[in-house]
């Protein structure tokens, strides 16, 4: 409405804007937030598949072909000498790949004996992935507020940054612990080798589930907030490996009865397959011989507190995970312009 | 003529006690222009299109994007940062697949796709490989490819060579031409508006200096030399000249005789306006926020 | 638009202190004089204008409309502007140019420079033309502020 001399004659009225969404897709498969996501941490998403592979394929070796070797392996030396790293896994076939410096990875203490810390590494894991290039690196770079200003929401950005890896962590934790359970069912005296299988027992379950979905949204939650990659990095680290040590010893709810031993059968069998005490002979064979053991034999009964303490802690992991979430939510706020009120409107 | 954008008592502080970024600022650019908004470092340019793009949320007063709040039309909203943040882990090719996946209803892959071939662009270069240049392309092929009917640039050609920059202006110009798109600028480089730009937003301490169609603002001032009274006249900057002045005026009425009279360049208007912090703001009618003439009329 | 050839390319010099617009309206007019440009032919669009120039697209439509004013172009709505008629009758190939030619060869054979040559077809063209009037050159400020004046003062009343 200033100068006459503006207006464009060659131009129709009104723009055509409600461009026709041309085919942007040539292939099937997820689009959308989803394909981004994907695309965007393809390396984590590579990470994440080779460790679920990995992990999963062990135990599964473990629980079919590998329990005779590994049952082999401990009736030469008993659960205390397999818990010496007595046989340093020299009865296990991949052992022989690694190279001398990694050789302790390759015993079968390392890869099973730990599962307590390997769910902890875990959690850890994707607390620091989290914070780190899933949100606070966006920020850095200015991406996110690049995909802002696409026709996504920063809410519907959020949603997707958390819900895409927390399927992902769900299906690949809970096969993980699925084929632990089967094995601790099947050849539960293998997993153990010999102390603290409440650790372990107590470790694997719901809560491992529960723990790492906290480390997601809890390594979110810091990003927002510190808004830099580092110290988001290092504060939900630290955070998921305080919440892993507390786990199946020493939350505060056990009150007095922290860490009671799951009650176990253990015993050695002679030649002549009388079932008595294990004598400690560790990797002495003429200690072996001297007491005419031929092999090893540990049962598990089963524990009275495992299904309240488990489903306890799920709750308030889940709880935690909630909360994060919540406020993520809510300092997402802080980035966005105020909403006009509805008066304001027209 | 509809708004493309408008603000009512625009105000945004970052921090308590820090000077506002913008204050109490007011203006409305009506819908199809394309205009400059240039200001001296810190006036608050990057501020008000950061608002408009729903990536800061104001302190206070009111900005309308496309008749909705900010944010809430990002889909028709274009949006140029300074820093031109992209993945740098993609492939040109991937980078453009993402721009499809974030604007599902609006995406026009042809377009961003002939926009990126025009710079010569194998499709499969990293991001982080490319040049200023190419860069800037990637991500203005992005945010014209989802047809934006608002189309915001933070200073969008400011490390640019001279050639890239008058390709991607070109490639700017084309798009306006054809679909209309209005266009807010922000830049330094006054030669680079005068060409391009039909209206201008000059910012200062937070507030519209000068805000109106560019020959509207130039016909409205004069530079007159020579002796005798300009009391009647807004003096915006004065300066001797042997035993006359020089002065830019904005006139109320005709500049009485003695004077010789010339019609000053954009960049003399903006220089003018930046020297002189002082000189009373000038936004025409058109470009004046709804609050603001109302407030004149009654 | 595609298969059409353009005809006419226009080059916009920031320095030369003419507006834009007028330069676009005297570079077609240059080109319906030479005979680069007849009628039928025509004019790129704004579009292609601005891509390659990098300019308003406003600007371009200003200069259509001062031609189309003059009546030596058309807007077909939907279809682009086109040349109506040409201008002058001193085509490229017309025996005015060939005499021109003639003369600009004998000038330099005379050893005048080129600041002589055009000094001397200024005198000429003033003579027989009158003063050029029109052009925002330095001389016609004073015109073209008056122009402006009324431009705003009309503009403001519209807004009113």
Redesign the interface.
Known sequence: MSAPSLEKPEKPEKPVKQAKPTVRRTLPGPDGLVWTMLRLHRTALWVWTGYAVISLGLLLWLWGPGASAAQKAFDTFGYAGAQENGWEGKSFPFSAWLPEFLSPLGSFDTIFYEPASLTRLLAIGIAVFAAGPLIARELELGTAGWAWTQSVTPARWLVAKLTVPALLITVCTGLLVIVYRLVWNAHGHLLIAGIGPRSFYFNIGPATVANALFALAFGVLAALVLRRALPALAVSGVVAYLVGALRGNSWPFQGRYQQPEIPVHSKAITSGGAEIRDPGCYLDKACLARHDVTGFTRQYLPSQDYWPRQLTETGILLGLTALCVVAAFLVLRRYQPKKTTKGARG | MNTALEATGLVKRYGRHATAALDDCSFRLPEGRISALVGPNGAGKSTLLAIAAGLLRQTSGQLRVLGAGPGEARARVGYLSQDKPLHPQLSVADTLRLGAELNPDRWDAAYAAGIVEQGSLDPRTKVRALSGGQRTRVALAIALGKRPELMLLDEPMADLDPLARHELMGTLMADAAEHGTTVLMSSHIVAELADACDHLLLLGGGRIRLGGGIDDLIGAHSLVTGRGDLSKHTVVESRASGRGVTALIRRDGPVGEGWQVQEPSLEELLLAHLRSPEAPALITPSTASTADRTAVTA | MGEQERVIEFR?D?HSGVS?YLQIVHQTEQALRLGMLEPGDKLP????V?????????????AY?ELERSGLVE?R?GL??FVRRSLGSAPADSPLKAELDDWARRAREAGLDRGDVAALFGNALEEHFGTASGTASSTA??T??RK??S??TS??K???
């Open positions: 916009i920031r834009t669009t704004a579009r292609e601005v891509e390659a120039t990098a300019i308003n697209p406003n600007t371009v439509l200003k409309r807007a709505r682009g502007t400020s004073g073209t502020t402006t004046t431009t705003t503009t403001t519209g807004n009113a």
